[in-house]
């Protein structure tokens, strides 16, 4: 009981400070840029346009809002960190009840050594089933944290308190609209696990020597090494489900003509890739094209770092800058 309590305290301290962060991540996402970019050089020396970092939108926010303004969707998505850490654990103490009733079972039969393998594929296939238990229970929450984030866009006022928006939503949108862009989050996050302990098993097992003394630090640091990888390689999929969240709910961010309307969440993933056809976790995606010509406007070329004239249309750098 102590320690579900001290990992949903220190979960609660981590999302009350990461928050403002995650605000300027998910405007980031959907496409919002307020800043212009500027001119600058990449690590190869090459003339780019670049966008302000994450303190700069965060900056304009403040200036908006106010410091208070940052914290936007704190108390759903607070909500949905703690429900979540409660229901992960309880999944995983059902798990080792039931292996304390086998061991404990008529016989006592002495059970045969289970290989390595084996025992990672049995933990991370409990490990996924708390997770998307944990996800599916909280994502309404997840929902009505991006929509409240969102709506900063158009400066709406539809999504502001918690019981306010899961009346709107189920007003509007019914039951599924609590569990809009679920399935590519889950599917993520189910990738995302096993491609990670899969290649920890790899490197601890047959690229790390045991008979040294410090490959035993070396295999404690490759499952953190793994997991960047995995979430690296499984970003589109969270991408894909923020925009999905957003999609079609009457707020200016998802909404025509700053945003689609996708019919699903593989049009979305189909739509995203012909905007930025390249590799979704390539580094190059961080750059944008050289200043140069932009070939909107009015018979007169202006350098691509120009803000777009209409205020809620996608700029034209909007894909590159979201997929990453």
């Given at each position: 009981?102590?320690?579900?309590?001290?990992?949903?305290?220190?979960?609660?301290?981590?999302?009350?400070?990461s928050?403002?962060l995650?605000?300027?991540k998910?405007?980031?996402?959907v496409?919002?840029?307020?800043?212009?970019?500027?001119?600058?050089?990449?690590?190869?020396?090459?003339q780019?346009?670049?966008?302000?970092g994450?303190?700069?939108?965060a900056?304009?926010?403040?200036?908006i809002?106010?410091?208070?303004?940052?914290?936007?969707?704190?108390?759903?998505?607070?909500?949905?960190?703690v429900?979540?850490?409660?229901?992960?654990?309880?999944?995983?103490?059902?798990?080792q009840?039931?292996?304390?009733?086998?061991?404990?079972?008529?016989?006592?039969?002495?059970?045969?050594?289970?290989?390595?393998?084996?025992?990672?594929?049995?933990?991370?296939?409990?490990?996924?089933?708390?997770?998307?238990?944990?996800?599916?229970?909280?994502?309404?929450?997840?929902?009505?944290?991006?929509?409240?984030?969102?709506?900063?866009?158009?400066?709406?006022?539809?999504?502001?308190?918690?019981?306010?928006?899961?009346?709107?939503?189920?007003?509007?949108?019914?039951?599924?609209?609590?569990?809009?862009?679920?399935?590519?989050?889950?599917?993520?996050?189910?990738?995302?696990?096993?491609?990670?302990?899969?290649?920890?098993?790899l490197?601890?097992?047959?690229?790390?020597?045991?008979?040294?003394?410090?490959?035993?630090?070396?295999?404690?640091?490759?499952?953190?090494?793994?997991?960047?990888?995995?979430?690296?390689?499984?970003?589109?999929?969270?991408?894909?489900?923020?925009?999905?969240?957003?999609?079609n709910?009457?707020?200016?961010?998802?909404?025509?003509?700053y945003?689609?309307?996708?019919?699903?969440?593989?049009?979305?993933?189909?739509?995203?890739?012909?905007?930025?056809?390249?590799?979704?976790?390539?580094?190059?995606?961080?750059?944008?094209?050289?200043a140069?010509?932009?070939?909107?406007?009015?018979g007169?070329?202006?350098?691509?770092?120009?803000?777009?004239?209409?205020p809620?249309?996608?700029?034209?750098?909007?894909?590159?800058?979201?997929?990453?």
């Amino acid at each position: 009981m102590a320690d579900a309590a001290s990992q949903v305290l220190l979960g609660s301290g981590l999302t009350i400070l990461s928050q403002p962060l995650m605000y300027v991540k998910v405007l980031i996402q959907v496409g919002y840029e307020p800043l212009p970019p500027t001119i600058g050089r990449n690590i190869f020396g090459r003339q780019v346009c670049q966008l302000p970092g994450l303190f700069c939108y965060a900056q304009h926010i403040a200036s908006i809002d106010g410091k208070r303004g940052l914290f936007t969707g704190l108390t759903p998505r607070l909500c949905s960190g703690v429900l979540g850490t409660v229901v992960h654990g309880k999944v995983l103490q059902h798990y080792q009840e039931c292996d304390k009733v086998e061991d404990l079972g008529p016989g006592n039969v002495q059970k045969e050594v289970t290989p390595s393998f084996d025992q990672v594929i049995k933990e991370t296939t409990r490990e996924m089933m708390a997770r998307s238990a944990a996800t599916l229970i909280t994502h309404p929450f997840h929902v009505i944290t991006l929509r409240s984030m969102v709506q900063f866009i158009g400066r709406e006022s539809k999504y502001c308190g918690l019981y306010d928006s899961i009346v709107t939503i189920y007003r509007e949108e019914g039951i599924l609209g609590f569990f809009a862009g679920l399935i590519p989050r889950l599917l993520g996050d189910i990738i995302s696990l096993w491609l990670c302990n899969s290649l920890a098993y790899l490197v601890n097992t047959y690229a790390l020597d045991s008979g040294v003394s410090t490959m035993s630090e070396m295999k404690s640091y490759s499952q953190a090494v793994t997991g960047f990888f995995a979430s690296m390689l499984t970003y589109p999929f969270v991408l894909v489900s923020n925009l999905m969240a957003v999609n079609n709910c009457g707020l200016a961010g998802g909404c025509p003509p700053y945003s689609p309307v996708y019919t699903s969440w593989i049009d979305c993933w189909c739509m995203l890739q012909k905007e930025a056809p390249c590799c979704c976790s390539c580094w190059a995606c961080w750059a944008l094209p050289p200043a140069g010509p932009w070939g909107r406007g009015r018979g007169r070329a202006r350098p691509s770092c120009a803000r777009p004239s209409r205020p809620h249309a996608p700029p034209p750098w909007r894909a590159h800058r979201r997929w990453r």
